[in-house]
């Protein structure tokens, strides 16, 4: 069964400072993964998603995230932190040939502070 | 234009009561789920419909009732309301796929029974 965990419910960083959001990922086949946002009081946004091609992915708002499979893992990252970056961040699995079936994360909140 | 609209944003409602949430897709997309996220922001999907056809159906109780009339269209029905079932209940929609394609999700429906 696929699973995902998410190191740190709450993370706060400095305006400018480099973000790093974790994500450690369980699955029997090969996954693909993903990370959505949500701010507050509105739905979830994809940031990026890793679907097989290249192990390094570019998203959107400055994000991105390595696939390592040895490690089980896809870290999000974002080298300087915004203000407007302060949300929820989501790591959701989904079953490779399956139905397109998001297993998520338990989330982080990440603050940013001047 | 939104993509994923859901109607309403905010319900509440007293236990025993009966209620419906609709939502709609104007992406062209074939596919579309019911995800509840919690109080303690926990998301989990409920159902997914491809074409009219329910194709994912986790394990939730038969109060709760999907409707999809066409592939634009995915409503909730929940009969019998009970506190538990307070929640934000999030509608999305993608391409079929085999697992890599991307979930856009409307806006949510906090949902608060009293």
């Known amino acids: 069964a696929q699973s995902v965990t998410q190191l740190g419910s709450h993370v706060s960083v400095s305006e400018g400072a480099l973000v790093l959001l974790r994500c450690n990922y369980s699955s029997s086949v090969p996954p693909y993964l993903f990370w959505y946002v949500q701010y507050p009081n509105q739905g979830l946004q994809l940031l990026l998603k890793y679907t097989s091609a290249a192990t390094l992915v570019k998203g959107i708002n400055g994000f991105e995230a390595e696939f390592k499979k040895s490690e089980t893992s896809f870290h999000l990252t974002k080298p300087s932190a915004h203000m407007s970056d302060a949300a929820e961040y989501f790591c959701?699995?989904?079953?490779?040939?399956?139905?397109?079936?998001?297993?998520f994360g338990a989330g982080t909140r990440l603050a940013v502070h001047p | 234009d939104t993509a994923v609209s859901q109607t309403p944003k905010y319900l509440v409602t007293q236990m025993g009561n009966d209620k419906s949430i609709k939502c709609e897709q104007n992406?062209?997309?074939?596919?579309m789920y019911w995800y509840k996220q919690d109080s303690k922001k926990f998301l989990k999907i409920m159902f997914s419909?491809?074409?009219?056809?329910?194709?994912i159906n986790e394990t939730v109780p038969n109060r709760f009732s999907p409707k999809s009339p066409d592939k634009a269209h995915l409503n909730l029905h929940i009969n019998s309301l009970e506190l538990g079932d307070s929640a934000v209940y999030f509608c999305?929609?993608?391409?079929?796929?085999?697992?890599?394609?991307?979930?856009?999700f409307g806006q949510g429906t906090r949902l608060t029974v009293v």
């Open positions: 999305a929609s993608s391409h079929q796929g085999r697992g890599n394609t991307e979930a856009f």
């Open positions: 992406l062209g997309h074939d596919t």
């Open positions: 419909y491809n074409n009219k056809e329910l194709i």
């Open positions: 959701a699995v989904t079953l490779s040939g399956g139905y397109n079936k998001l297993i």
